[in-house]
T-cell receptor, first 113, second 113 residues
Protein backbone atom coordinates (compact mmCIF):
# COMPACT_ATOMS: atom_id res chain seq x y z
CA UNK A 1 0.00 0.00 0.00
CA UNK A 2 1.65 3.19 -1.19
CA UNK A 3 1.22 5.85 1.47
CA UNK A 4 2.52 8.75 -0.61
CA UNK A 5 1.35 9.06 -4.20
CA UNK A 6 2.32 11.33 -7.01
CA UNK A 7 -0.20 10.45 -9.67
CA UNK A 8 1.35 12.43 -12.50
CA UNK A 9 4.58 10.80 -13.71
CA UNK A 10 5.38 13.80 -15.88
CA UNK A 11 4.48 17.45 -16.42
CA UNK A 12 5.49 19.81 -19.20
CA UNK A 13 5.12 23.59 -18.96
CA UNK A 14 6.31 26.63 -20.86
CA UNK A 15 9.01 28.83 -19.41
CA UNK A 16 7.53 31.65 -17.36
CA UNK A 17 4.29 29.82 -16.61
CA UNK A 18 3.27 28.14 -13.38
CA UNK A 19 4.16 24.53 -12.60
CA UNK A 20 1.89 22.68 -10.19
CA UNK A 21 3.01 19.32 -8.85
CA UNK A 22 0.61 17.29 -6.75
CA UNK A 23 0.98 14.75 -3.98
CA UNK A 24 -1.54 12.71 -2.00
CA UNK A 25 -1.01 10.76 1.21
CA UNK A 26 -3.06 8.23 3.09
CA UNK A 27 -1.45 8.03 6.53
CA UNK A 28 -3.09 10.51 8.90
CA UNK A 29 -0.06 10.23 11.22
CA UNK A 30 2.09 12.14 8.75
CA UNK A 31 2.58 15.68 9.99
CA UNK A 32 5.60 16.95 8.11
CA UNK A 33 5.98 17.11 4.36
CA UNK A 34 8.95 17.81 2.13
CA UNK A 35 9.71 18.30 -1.54
CA UNK A 36 12.99 17.26 -3.08
CA UNK A 37 14.42 17.95 -6.51
CA UNK A 38 16.56 15.42 -8.32
CA UNK A 39 18.67 15.60 -11.44
CA UNK A 40 19.66 12.39 -13.30
CA UNK A 41 22.48 10.39 -11.69
CA UNK A 42 22.56 12.71 -8.67
CA UNK A 43 21.16 12.58 -5.16
CA UNK A 44 17.98 14.53 -4.37
CA UNK A 45 18.29 17.96 -2.82
CA UNK A 46 15.84 19.46 -0.37
CA UNK A 47 13.59 22.14 -1.79
CA UNK A 48 10.90 23.15 0.68
CA UNK A 49 8.90 21.71 3.55
CA UNK A 50 5.69 22.31 5.46
CA UNK A 51 4.43 21.32 8.87
CA UNK A 52 0.86 20.18 9.36
CA UNK A 53 0.15 23.22 11.53
CA UNK A 54 0.44 25.37 8.42
CA UNK A 55 -1.40 25.37 5.13
CA UNK A 56 1.16 27.30 3.11
CA UNK A 57 4.89 27.84 3.03
CA UNK A 58 6.68 30.04 0.55
CA UNK A 59 10.33 30.31 -0.44
CA UNK A 60 11.06 32.52 -3.41
CA UNK A 61 9.52 31.00 -6.53
CA UNK A 62 8.43 27.88 -4.63
CA UNK A 63 5.24 27.57 -2.59
CA UNK A 64 3.87 24.45 -0.97
CA UNK A 65 0.19 24.19 -0.07
CA UNK A 66 -1.21 21.63 2.34
CA UNK A 67 -4.85 20.54 2.53
CA UNK A 68 -5.03 18.23 5.54
CA UNK A 69 -8.67 17.34 5.17
CA UNK A 70 -8.03 16.13 1.65
CA UNK A 71 -4.60 14.67 2.55
CA UNK A 72 -3.22 16.56 -0.40
CA UNK A 73 -0.28 18.86 -0.97
CA UNK A 74 0.98 20.70 -3.98
CA UNK A 75 4.15 22.47 -5.04
CA UNK A 76 3.81 25.62 -7.12
CA UNK A 77 6.74 27.00 -9.07
CA UNK A 78 6.27 30.52 -10.42
CA UNK A 79 7.69 31.47 -12.82
CA UNK A 80 9.02 28.19 -14.14
CA UNK A 81 12.52 28.19 -15.58
CA UNK A 82 14.31 25.64 -17.79
CA UNK A 83 16.69 24.92 -14.91
CA UNK A 84 13.71 23.66 -12.92
CA UNK A 85 13.51 20.65 -15.22
CA UNK A 86 14.09 17.69 -12.92
CA UNK A 87 12.30 14.95 -11.01
CA UNK A 88 10.41 16.21 -7.97
CA UNK A 89 9.75 13.89 -5.05
CA UNK A 90 7.17 14.44 -2.37
CA UNK A 91 8.00 12.96 1.05
CA UNK A 92 6.12 12.66 4.33
CA UNK A 93 7.13 11.89 7.89
CA UNK A 94 5.47 11.53 11.27
CA UNK A 95 6.49 11.97 14.88
CA UNK A 96 6.76 8.22 15.45
CA UNK A 97 9.81 7.76 13.25
CA UNK A 98 12.26 10.59 13.81
CA UNK A 99 13.67 11.68 10.48
CA UNK A 100 12.37 8.74 8.47
CA UNK A 101 10.40 9.76 5.42
CA UNK A 102 8.15 7.97 2.95
CA UNK A 103 8.68 9.06 -0.65
CA UNK A 104 6.38 9.22 -3.64
CA UNK A 105 7.44 7.93 -7.04
CA UNK A 106 8.26 11.38 -8.35
CA UNK A 107 7.05 13.68 -11.11
CA UNK A 108 9.34 14.60 -13.99
CA UNK A 109 8.98 18.30 -14.76
CA UNK A 110 10.08 19.63 -18.13
CA UNK A 111 10.14 23.38 -18.61
CA UNK A 112 10.33 24.33 -22.26
CA UNK A 113 12.09 27.54 -23.31
CA UNK B 1 32.79 21.55 3.21
CA UNK B 2 30.24 19.39 4.97
CA UNK B 3 28.44 16.72 3.06
CA UNK B 4 27.93 13.08 2.23
CA UNK B 5 30.21 11.09 0.02
CA UNK B 6 29.47 7.80 -1.67
CA UNK B 7 31.97 5.72 -3.48
CA UNK B 8 32.35 4.54 -6.09
CA UNK B 9 30.05 6.37 -8.50
CA UNK B 10 29.76 3.30 -10.73
CA UNK B 11 30.27 -0.29 -9.66
CA UNK B 12 30.19 -3.48 -11.65
CA UNK B 13 30.06 -6.92 -10.10
CA UNK B 14 29.51 -10.45 -11.24
CA UNK B 15 26.39 -12.25 -10.18
CA UNK B 16 26.84 -14.12 -6.90
CA UNK B 17 29.42 -11.73 -5.45
CA UNK B 18 28.84 -9.61 -2.39
CA UNK B 19 29.63 -5.92 -2.79
CA UNK B 20 29.94 -3.12 -0.23
CA UNK B 21 28.92 0.45 -0.97
CA UNK B 22 30.55 3.20 1.04
CA UNK B 23 28.77 6.15 2.66
CA UNK B 24 30.53 8.76 4.77
CA UNK B 25 29.20 12.03 6.23
CA UNK B 26 30.89 14.88 8.08
CA UNK B 27 27.69 16.71 9.00
CA UNK B 28 27.66 15.32 12.54
CA UNK B 29 24.26 13.81 11.79
CA UNK B 30 22.92 11.05 14.01
CA UNK B 31 20.62 9.34 11.53
CA UNK B 32 21.67 7.72 8.27
CA UNK B 33 19.69 5.93 5.57
CA UNK B 34 20.09 3.75 2.51
CA UNK B 35 17.63 3.94 -0.37
CA UNK B 36 17.31 2.16 -3.64
CA UNK B 37 15.92 3.79 -6.76
CA UNK B 38 14.80 1.86 -9.83
CA UNK B 39 13.81 3.52 -13.12
CA UNK B 40 10.49 5.33 -12.89
CA UNK B 41 10.17 4.62 -9.21
CA UNK B 42 10.63 6.52 -6.02
CA UNK B 43 13.10 5.96 -3.23
CA UNK B 44 12.60 2.77 -1.28
CA UNK B 45 14.16 2.52 2.16
CA UNK B 46 16.56 -0.38 2.67
CA UNK B 47 18.00 0.25 6.14
CA UNK B 48 18.33 3.14 8.51
CA UNK B 49 20.27 3.93 11.64
CA UNK B 50 19.41 6.52 14.25
CA UNK B 51 22.47 5.98 16.43
CA UNK B 52 25.82 4.24 16.39
CA UNK B 53 25.69 0.45 16.78
CA UNK B 54 21.99 0.37 16.07
CA UNK B 55 20.04 0.05 12.83
CA UNK B 56 16.60 -1.02 11.62
CA UNK B 57 15.26 -2.67 8.50
CA UNK B 58 13.42 -0.54 6.03
CA UNK B 59 10.85 -1.66 3.50
CA UNK B 60 13.15 -3.76 1.30
CA UNK B 61 15.95 -5.06 3.56
CA UNK B 62 16.08 -8.62 2.22
CA UNK B 63 19.44 -9.38 0.62
CA UNK B 64 21.16 -6.38 2.19
CA UNK B 65 23.18 -5.82 5.35
CA UNK B 66 24.60 -2.74 7.08
CA UNK B 67 26.81 -1.74 9.97
CA UNK B 68 27.10 1.47 11.98
CA UNK B 69 30.34 1.28 13.92
CA UNK B 70 31.08 4.99 13.59
CA UNK B 71 28.78 7.99 13.49
CA UNK B 72 30.29 9.11 10.19
CA UNK B 73 30.02 5.84 8.31
CA UNK B 74 27.13 3.61 7.22
CA UNK B 75 28.29 1.02 4.64
CA UNK B 76 25.78 -1.12 2.77
CA UNK B 77 26.56 -4.66 1.64
CA UNK B 78 24.58 -6.05 -1.26
CA UNK B 79 24.70 -9.80 -0.83
CA UNK B 80 24.25 -12.57 -3.34
CA UNK B 81 20.83 -13.17 -1.78
CA UNK B 82 19.53 -9.94 -3.31
CA UNK B 83 17.70 -11.18 -6.39
CA UNK B 84 17.75 -8.00 -8.44
CA UNK B 85 20.66 -5.87 -7.20
CA UNK B 86 21.16 -3.67 -10.26
CA UNK B 87 19.93 -0.23 -9.22
CA UNK B 88 20.90 3.28 -8.15
CA UNK B 89 21.73 3.40 -4.44
CA UNK B 90 21.44 6.56 -2.39
CA UNK B 91 22.72 7.27 1.09
CA UNK B 92 21.29 10.09 3.21
CA UNK B 93 21.63 11.57 6.66
CA UNK B 94 19.71 13.90 8.92
CA UNK B 95 19.94 15.39 12.35
CA UNK B 96 17.90 13.37 14.80
CA UNK B 97 16.20 16.19 16.63
CA UNK B 98 12.93 17.41 15.19
CA UNK B 99 11.86 17.20 11.61
CA UNK B 100 14.80 17.79 9.35
CA UNK B 101 15.36 17.37 5.69
CA UNK B 102 17.63 14.56 4.56
CA UNK B 103 20.94 15.31 2.91
CA UNK B 104 21.75 12.90 0.12
CA UNK B 105 24.98 11.66 -1.33
CA UNK B 106 25.60 11.57 -5.09
CA UNK B 107 24.61 7.90 -5.35
CA UNK B 108 26.24 4.70 -6.57
CA UNK B 109 25.08 2.96 -9.73
CA UNK B 110 25.51 -0.77 -9.20
CA UNK B 111 25.35 -3.07 -12.18
CA UNK B 112 25.47 -6.81 -11.68
CA UNK B 113 26.53 -8.67 -14.77
Amino acid sequence: DQQVKQNSPSLSVQEGRISILNCDYTNSMFDYFLWYKKYPAEGPTFLISISSIKDKNEDGRFTVFLNKSAKHLSLHIVPSQPGDSAVYFCAASGNTNAGKSTFGDGTTLTVKP
Amino acid sequence: DGGITQSPKYLFRKEGQNVTLSCEQNLNHDAMYWYRQDPGQGLRLIYYSQIVNDFQKGDIAEGYSVSREKKESFPLTVTSAQKNPTAFYLCASTGLAGYNEQFFGPGTRLTVL
